[in-house]
């Protein structure tokens, strides 16, 4: 039997993230992190009401019907409420429902997925501000960003996915705080959030829907967690060190600082590298996804003129994305077909443009994309600056001999390449125009851009229980 690496540590962690979430105030948060976060749940809201739009959401809120949820908790989309923890799990599948959603490159995490629905269950059921909502929600993002970097994608690597995992310990600080608790339940609860965490990455060999369910349930695990440890249950004191802890069992062999990591918890904000997708796919297809798109444009491309595609990532995101490349080449469903840069690059190349649409059967089925991407293979490239940023590129080479080549070091939506305000709000309108009125969608627009001036959520939630068609 082989025996993993050791973990090494140097402090205790989770007393230094209590003592730091119990601290922190309003004040302390800079105004470009704290308006930023209002776009990442604008763009979180759209995307829920756009998954409101497909199947894997209906069967997803029919399962509820099975055990029965009543409360008086809402779920995104409808009127009808359910019980608390359930509309946390569902408010998350659907933000991350569609691989949408905003994603903290440095650690993998689909940060909002999980933090957001927890903190929103919380602060419906207690009438709490929108300042406290919004603070909340920031806490959990920035938890689970400096907890998720010291892994260094070895998450994936072990085949647990990034989100699932760490999702319910930034999520678990949240809520703990928001229901009053104090440094001690803190700890307790992080504690018992060690043994809910989960995440398979099996949904990549067949396409299955589990990877949307897992920031889902880590907002749901983390109500529970966080109401044991306020209620006195006892939890392992250490969470993320020790022989079982976090890092031991799920990111076996790396190297965790951890006086220098909990120094920089509400110093050096994570959020600030937090990228909103333009593109409904993997993050790791972004970069080169643009670049197919800029050399298309640049040089008036047709499919036929490319004799063939060679894709540049790093070597570390192979597995995600590229490998096994003929099951890549040919996407069986449309999961299949958000993590493969094949697919990816030759549907940017065939139409000019990737959208929710191309996600569809009629498009992935399109007969001059899959001959193109029966021609895309994929190489390591140095100049990739993985897992800071999700760099890529792509180098094409034309029937006439002709070669043509772009890299792009930072992917689009990423620190240095955010998204303006006016894009989230037309990715924000184009999402919600699926199931709801443009003026509702509008309304919503608003009144996140203003939550921290409600004085109760109670008049977000009423416009977040606007019924989606199809729902």
């Known amino acids: 039997m082989q025996v993993a690496p050791i973990t090494q540590y140097t402090a205790p962690l989770s007393r230094a993230v209590a003592e730091r979430v119990v601290a922190l105030e309003r004040g302390a948060v800079p105004q470009d992190v704290w308006q930023y976060l209002k776009l990442c749940l604008a763009d979180a809201v759209g995307i829920a009401f756009a998954s409101r739009h497909y199947e894997f959401s209906r069967k997803s809120l029919d399962s509820l019907g099975v055990l029965g949820s009543a409360g008086s908790s809402t779920i995104i989309g409808q009127p009808e409420p359910v019980a608390l923890r359930d509309a946390a799990m569902m408010n ?27 903190a929103l269950a919380l602060a419906e059921q207690r009438k709490l501000t929108g300042e406290e909502l919004l603070l909340a929600t920031l806490i959990a993002v920035e938890v689970d960003a400096l907890l998720g970097t010291q892994a260094g994608g070895v998450f994936q690597q072990v085949g647990f996915h990034p989100t699932g995992v760490v999702g319910i310990f930034g999520a678990t600080v949240a809520a703990t705080r928001l229901i009053g608790g104090d440094v001690d339940a803190l700890l307790r609860a992080q504690g018992v959030a060690l043994s809910l ?18 920031p889902g349930w880590a907002a749901s695990a983390a109500l529970q967690a966080a109401a044991l440890g306020v209620s006195g249950f006892e939890g392992p004191g250490e969470a993320y060190g020790g022989r079982f802890g976090f890092y031991a069992l799920y990111a076996p062999g790396t190297s965790v600082e951890t006086e220098v990591v909990s120094s920089q918890l509400f110093q050096e904000w994570g959020l600030r590298t937090v990228a909103i997708k333009p593109y409904p796919i993997c993050h790791f297809n972004h970069a080169p996804v643009d670049a197919a798109l800029t050399l298309r444009e640049a040089h008036g491309l047709t499919p036929d003129a490319i004799e063939s595609a060679t894709i540049l990532l790093d070597q570390r995101q192979f597995g995600v994305v590229v490998d096994p490349i003929e099951a890549k080449r040919a996407p069986q469903n449309e999961y299949d077909a958000k993590f493969s840069a094949p697919y990816a690059v030759a549907t940017a190349l065939c139409k000019g443009r990737f959208s929710l649409a191309e996600l569809e059967d009629t ?10 991407a029966q021609r895309v293979s994929c190489t390591h490239d140095e100049r990739s600056r993985y897992p800071d940023a999700f760099s890529g590129g792509l180098k094409l080479r034309l029937r006439d001999g002709t070669e043509l080549e772009h890299f792009e070091s930072i992917n689009r939506g990423a620190e240095g390449q955010l998204l303006s305000m006016e894009q989230v709000q037309d990715k924000f309108l184009e999402n919600c125009a699926l199931t709801i009125p443009a003026a509702a969608a509008q309304q919503l627009w608003s009144a996140i851009l203003g939550l921290d001036e409600m004085n109760d959520v109670t008049e977000l939630v009423s416009l977040l229980r606007t019924r989606a068609s199809g729902a």
């Open 92 to 118: 998350g599948l659907l933000i991350h429902g569609l691989d949408y959603d905003d994603t903290h490159l440095a650690s993998v995490i689909h940060c909002t997925a999980s933090a957001f629905p927890a």
């Open 197 to 214: 965490c989960s995440g398979s990455m099996a949904f990549l060999d067949d396409g299955s829907w589990t990877k949307r369910l897992h």
């Open 363 to 372: 498009a992935r089925l399109d007969e001059d994309v899959l001959m193109l």
